[in-house]
């Protein structure tokens, strides 16, 4: 476990964190919980983000992990941090639980994320992918030095999983940022 000087305790997720991790993804993103934070995705989508059997499969994966960010013992975020194997690192599944938004957790939360990408697995990049229509968030990454890749990635409509969507145009836009070593 590593901590930050914001209080926050840092940790590789286990088995018997599914049920936690499936919680805290869909309060940040779906539902009525979720919009008391600024990251919902409730316009735009219903339904689930994740499931326990989507949590397992990212546990069991030798190349990913799954950061968990806790203050006073307590579950506030997480993230998908994946080698790519490329000389990149994917970072997903970022959920930071709606009463603890906004206080600059979620950055605080990246910035691990990058250090373990460029000091644990030697990651030149860092990659992920946002949905397009929200501008908000792409903004946030923006000033945290992402930049658009012009690379999309179909929404998988059709596949529950991951929501139900509202629209018909959602896309996945590719964003991307160079990591110092």
């Known amino acids: 476990m590593t901590a930050d000087r914001g209080g926050t305790d840092f940790r590789d997720a286990g088995e018997d964190d599914v049920g936690m991790l499936v919680e805290l993804v869909n309060s940040a993103y779906r539902g009525d919980v979720s919009r008391q ?7 735009v989508l219903c339904g689930q983000r994740v499931d326990s059997g989507r949590i397992a499969e990212l546990l069991a994966q030798p190349k990913t992990r799954v950061l968990v960010a806790e203050q006073a013992g307590r579950p506030v975020a997480c993230c998908e941090l994946a080698d790519g194997g ?6 997903g599944m970022f959920a930071v639980q709606p009463d603890a938004q906004g206080g600059g957790l979620g950055r605080r939360v990246l910035a691990e994320a990058e250090r ?6 030697d990651s030149a990049t860092m990659r992920m992918t946002v949905l397009r229509q929200r501008a908000d968030l792409i903004a946030w990454y923006e000033r945290r030095g992402y930049r658009r890749t012009g690379e999309t990635v179909p929404f998988p409509y059709g596949d529950e999983r991951f929501g139900l969507p ?3 145009d959602l896309v996945l836009e590719e964003l991307a940022k160079p990591l110092r070593r």
């Open 116 to 121: 373990i990408a460029a000091e644990e697995l």
């Open 37 to 43: 934070g600024w990251t919902t995705e409730a316009m």
């Open 86 to 91: 490329d000389g990149s690192a994917y970072f």
């Open 166 to 168: 509202k629209r018909e």
